[in-house]
T-cell receptor
Framework: GDSVTQMEGPVTLSEEAFLTINCTYT??????LFWYVQYPGEGLQLLLK?????DKGSNKGFEATYRKETTSFHLEKGSVQVSDSAVYFC???????????FGTGTRLTIIP | NAGVTQTPKFRVLKTGQSMTLLCAQD?????MYWYRQDPGMGLRLIHY???????AKGEVPDGYNVSRLKKQNFLLGLESAAPSQTSVYFC????????????FGNGTRLTVT
């Protein structure tokens, strides 16, 4: 079945550092890929998505490129801020599967 | 624009008590989901619904029941609460099944003592 593996946390970075959170997937066919973010005390919200190979999703300075050859969808940001501290979830949606498949989440803490 | 609203936000139950969590969405979405979130385990799907009057089991359905009598509401029931059901519960909805992002509520923190 479908699965998502993402980098274990927690991850702690200094403000303005470069961020990468790794995400790889296993799925048949052509899934869509998502990154969700969960701020403290809130539900998850969509950060970005990509629906086909080589697509790049971007939002709020975050980017992720759908790499079918490496089955990856790594999340990157060039210069993180304290306000980026949150838990990040990678997820995939596959045709014929009635539910979204989530990774286990990566907690990110940015220190000033 | 309310989106997905969950009530209550917090609840403490004693073992064996029952309760119902309510989820309401105002986006006319067909698909609705109940997840639980536990430390180190990410999100696990409890039950879901693909439309009014339908329900289906997810990964961890035991000890829970659901109903979707109206399109906008999705109820999660615990008939006899157990300490293992201490968790944060999230409701979500989506317009389509495939390639459609989920919209989440802010969660219900449930403690069973």
């Amino acid at each position: 079945g479908d699965s998502v593996t993402q980098m274990e946390g927690p991850v702690t970075l200094s403000e303005e550092a470069f961020l990468t959170i790794n995400c790889t997937y296993t799925a048949t066919g052509y899934p869509s890929l998502f990154w969700y973010v969960q701020y403290p005390g809130e539900g998850l919200q969509l950060l970005l998505k990509a629906t086909k190979a080589d697509d790049k999703g971007s939002n709020k300075g975050f980017e992720a490129t759908y790499r079918k050859e490496t089955t990856s969808f790594h999340l990157e940001k060039g210069s993180v801020q304290v306000s980026d501290s949150a838990v990040y979830f990678c997820a995939l949606s596959n045709f014929g599967n009635e539910k979204l498949t989530f990774g286990t989440g990566t907690r990110l803490t940015i220190i000033p | 624009n309310a989106g997905v609203t969950q009530t209550p936000k917090f609840r403490v139950l004693k073992t064996g008590q029952s309760m119902t969590l309510l989820c309401a969405q105002d986006m006319n979405h067909e698909y609705m989901y109940w997840y639980r979130q536990d430390p180190g385990m990410g999100l696990r799907l409890i039950h879901y619904s693909v439309g009014e009057g339908t329900t289906a089991k997810g990964e961890v359905p035991d000890g829970y029941n659901v109903s979707r009598l109206k399109k906008q509401n999705f109820l999660l029931g615990l008939e006899s609460a157990a300490p293992s059901q201490t968790s944060v519960y999230f409701c979500a909805s989506s317009y389509l099944q495939y390639n459609s992002p989920l919209h989440f509520g802010n969660g219900t923190r449930l403690t069973v003592t």
